[in-house]
């Protein structure tokens, strides 16, 4: 037995312990049912504990072959055309059997290729993402991932951490949690380590940290009791499902393919008819319809998706951008309007003391000592290991180092931490026998506590603000009696001075806020810092001039007043974190695309209410946690590049929808037109089955196209009237051509059946295909925007193949037959002159387009989701047997 354990009366009886039977034990007996002591398991433990219960985690990220292959097949359409085949083999025609068959195998391997391969880069993109905890594992603290924490295991909590299982509390400072996630309670829980009354709810287990709550005050150490499925937040995961709801850009796809089934049902049922009114063959007329659905059916555009966004997250990481989920990618191109943090994103975030001075405004050395002493950061051994950058300034300051021999014989008793609302921090110091309150914060609220101010300080405040500096201010006062300060006790002060610290602005700031707005995202910066200083940071950036709100104004406005306000403000200062939140919620509202930029504790409310929640690698927990895209650089052009990449594959995914809407209606079309009037089928189901094979090859290569600066210019959204009409509009012309093949092939060649479908194809083919050189820009002549070399070789290539087809063995196999020599002079006329139409036509419909619908909405459990996007592994979850779910 490994030292510090203690043996369970049952050899899994810790895996059956609850939190809410634990939050009413002792932690005593807690430990004890869980078979540990207070130094948590040894290492040996923790892998077979996690060997039985299985990851913590709630959700499973890997690529799995089976599952895209199902994906691949599950098309309606290609099962009854593979049935009908099978029907067609043994009615006596098993070439054409066996024909369609390679094709529909070719074509569902295509998919499955690029699918999958997609669901790798997925799954790469998902590995570099971690997520830790401290844990005490053989008496000594180590950190480890969130997914292989274990019931046992004693867990260390700290100030923006996610909790990472289900734990009972051991012992709290100050400890409060948000559980809004869980209860949907959105003020903090204090919490302590008395047991509560058995059978509580869950916003009444004060004894417990809950997993996937955040730690919103204090510290604590707390012992595992549920992991993963079993953890209160995992069943409610559980209960949502696997499936992330679906983000605009998923909708819009849905709603596209939903648009192309409900027009290939419409002519397939009508050619259907038709052909049986002809009395031609049943099977025959089965074959071809079904392949006139699967010729219009959309079956590559996952592939084509897939594929552009897995690019696109390898081009973002190259850019220093991580996205969380692929489609992320899709949200960044969405971004109208930005809020922001300032420090670290504005400013070089090396934040540096300039000078202290006395109530009187010339220059003193105690406000320093005394800010030293009303300091959280953490110090050993005289030197600076982290913390509030403030604090750390003031020690890394010259003249602490002359300080610093000078507070040794201060000791220090209590401590009031620095929060959001009160922007204070105060302590109590003993020194000589003689106790004193000391309180440092935001110049206002200090000076609003003390008893006499000199009239000096607000000429200096003014001053040092309008210059740009952050300023602090220091007081004190004899302290209470009581060893525990409380708010009641910030009170009757004397002002000892003020500290100036500079955060100059960030070298290349001015040009990236110029790139954004040239994206024609607007910039407004929520801060809790000085009003003059943020607009005089601001002013120095070119930010645009407009009203600097407070807090107080936010506080005072309703939703529409609030509305107003943001519309005509720059920069909110003095902002609380709920208040932060509030003010991204109402932007929303208003119709906007929101992303919201932090990455401190108190940015995580605003980071999971925007539409795109965008922090940084070294944030907090709670900020990296709340976002869906980080920054491995603290840079807005790091962001711009981000945007232009969404924004590019966008475009570059528009390109294939239009593509399929047009050229692809427009033959499907013409085939139906042709088989009312002609005496045979225009072209063979394996025929129809092939170019549709071939055509979709070309268009894998659209997600490496090359895009024009105006498409990315501004952000675009999902426009289904505009598939419609583009749709409406192009087809036709694309049928146009068709038919006027069709009266070459027989007027002046005068073709059979199979010299007739040869022809058709050869023509089908090269139109369908060059006409992404057209749609892919907007620019007229075509020409002028230049397509990437992949796509050009992919598109000839492809058309290339089609004209040589014919010359080629397997051609009888195909139904095919030579052409003559001068139809290829016909075709280059009649591609020349569709290309062309094409271009007056693209002139003609871009005069006027339809009204973009604005906003989007989250889907019920978002919040839940992303939280649960934390506790994700790449390995399958074995579940416990009492997992919901199990068996």
């Not at 049922?269 to 074959?287: E, S």
């Not at 950058?389 to 008793?413: E, K, N």
């Not at 992303?595 to 409310?605: H, P, W």
């Not at 840079?635 to 966008?650: H, P, T």
Request: contains cysteine; glycine residues 8%.
């Amino acid at each position: 037995m490994s030292a510090g354990t203690v043996p369970s009366t049952r050899h899994d009886a810790w895996a059956e312990l609850d939190v809410t039977t634990a939050a009413s034990l002792d932690v005593e007996a807690v430990l004890a049912r869980l078979g540990i002591s207070r130094e948590g398991v040894s290492g040996t433990q923790a892998r077979e504990r996690l060997q039985a219960v299985g990851p913590n985690a709630v959700r499973t990220h890997q690529a799995r072959r089976l599952a895209v292959l199902a994906r691949q097949l599950r098309s309606p359409l290609l099962i009854l055309l593979a049935l009908t085949a099978i029907a067609s083999y043994f009615l006596g025609e098993p070439a054409d059997a066996l024909i369609i068959g390679a094709i529909l195998t070719a074509s569902v391997g295509l998919g499955f290729f690029n699918e999958y391969r997609a669901e790798r880069s997925a799954q790469a993109l998902h590995s570099q993402i971690r997520h830790t905890c401290v844990v005490r594992r053989d008496g000594r603290p180590q950190p480890v991932d969130v997914t292989g924490v274990v019931p046992g295991d004693i867990v260390e909590l700290g100030l923006g951490q996610i909790v990472p299982a289900d734990l009972r509390l051991i012992s709290v400072e100050g400890l409060e949690c948000e559980e809004s996630v869980l209860t949907g309670e959105s003020m903090p829980v204090a919490k302590s380590i008395a047991p509560v009354r058995p059978g509580a709810p869950l916003a009444e287990l004060s004894s417990c940290a809950l997993m996937g709550s955040v730690v919103r005050a204090g510290s604590g150490t707390a012992v595992a009791v549920a992991t993963g499925g079993r953890a209160e937040f995992g069943k409610i995961a559980l209960g949502l499902g696997h499936r992330h709801p679906d983000t605009e850009f998923q909708v819009g796809l849905s709603r596209f393919s939903m648009l192309l089934v409900r027009v290939a049902a419409v002519l397939t049922v009508t050619i259907f008819i038709v052909n049986l009114l002809l009395h031609r063959p049943l099977i025959d007329a089965l074959l071809f319809s079904l392949a006139i659905a699967v010729g219009i059916s959309p079956q590559l555009l996952p592939a084509v998706v897939s594929t552009g966004l897995a690019a696109g997250t390898r081009r973002l990481a190259q850019r220093k951008v991580l996205v969380k989920r692929l489609v992320c990618i899709e949200d960044l191109g969405d971004i109208e309007v930005l809020f922001t943090d300032k420090t670290g994103t504005l400013t070089e975030g090396g934040i540096s003391l300039m000078r202290s001075l006395g109530p009187d405004g010339t220059p003193a050395d105690e406000p320093l000592k005394l800010g030293l002493l009303c300091n959280e950061a953490a110090v050993a051994a005289g030197r600076v290991a982290g913390g509030n950058p403030l604090d750390v300034a003031l020690w890394q300051a010259p003249a602490a180092a002359v300080l610093g021999p000078t507070l040794a014989p201060y000791r220090r008793l209590a401590v009031l931490p620095f929060d959001h609302e009160r922007r204070i921090v105060s302590v109590v110091v003993e020194h000589e026998g003689r106790r004193t309150l000391i309180t440092k914060g935001a110049p206002e609220a200090v000076l609003a506590r003390c008893t006499d101010v000199p009239p000096e300080v607000t000429a200096t405040l003014a001053a040092e603000s309008a210059a740009g500096n952050r300023v602090v201010a220091v007081a004190e006062r004899p302290a209470p009696e009581s060893l525990q300060i409380t708010l009641a006790d910030e009170c009757d002060l004397v002002l000892r001075g003020l500290l100036v610290f500079l955060d100059p602005p960030k070298t290349g700031a001015s040009h990236a806020l110029e790139r954004l707005a040239d994206l024609g995202i607007t910039v407004k910066v929520l801060t809790g810092d000085n009003p003059a200083v943020a607009a005089r940071l601001c002013a120095d950036l070119g930010l645009p001039g407009g009203r600097v709100a407070t807090g107080q104004d936010v506080a005072a406005a309703d939703d529409d007043g609030l509305a107003a306000l943001i519309d005509r403000s720059t920069v909110f200062a003095r902002v609380t974190p709920e208040q932060k939140a509030r003010i991204v919620r109402v932007q929303r509202g208003s119709g906007l695309d929101v992303a919201f930029l932090g990455d401190g504790v108190n940015d995580a409310l605003a980071l999971h209410a925007a539409d795109v929640g965008i922090s940084v690698e070294t944030a907090t927990d709670a900020a990296k946690d709340a976002a869906d895209v980080l920054l491995l650089e603290k840079d807005l052009n790091v962001l711009a590049d981000g945007v232009m990449e969404g924004r590019r594959i966008f475009a570059n995914t528009m390109k294939y929808v239009l593509m399929g809407t047009s050229s692809n209606f427009g033959n499907m079309f013409s085939a139906a037109g042709a088989s009312l009037v002609l005496g045979f089928l225009p072209m063979l189901p394996s025929q129809i089955l092939l170019s549709n094979l071939l055509y979709d090859t070309s268009q894998l290569a659209i997600p490496t196209d090359k895009v024009d600066p105006e498409q990315v210019a501004r952000p675009a959204r999902w426009n289904m009237k505009l598939i419609q009409r583009f749709m409406l509009f192009f087809g036709p012309l694309s049928s146009l051509f068709d038919f006027a093949t069709f009266a070459v092939m027989l007027g002046i060649f005068h073709a059979g059946p199979a010299l007739f479908r040869t022809g058709w194809f050869v023509e089908s083919l090269a139109t369908q295909t060059l006409v992404i050189f057209a749609i892919r820009t907007r620019r007229s002549p075509f020409f002028r925007s230049h397509p990437s070399l992949p796509l050009v070789v992919a598109t000839l290539g492809v058309v290339l193949i089609g004209m040589v087809l014919p010359l080629t063995p397997v051609a009888q196999l195909l139904g095919f037959v030579p052409l003559p020599g001068p139809y290829f002079l016909a075709l280059a006329v009649m591609v020349a002159l569709y290309l062309g139409l094409i271009e007056v036509g693209k002139h003609w419909f871009y005069r006027a387009l339809p009204v973009v619908p604005a906003g989007r909405e989250r889907a019920a459990g978002h919040r839940t989701h992303r939280r649960a996007g934390r506790f994700t592994t790449a390995h399958r979850i074995r579940r416990h047997r009492s997992d919901p779910g199990y068996g």
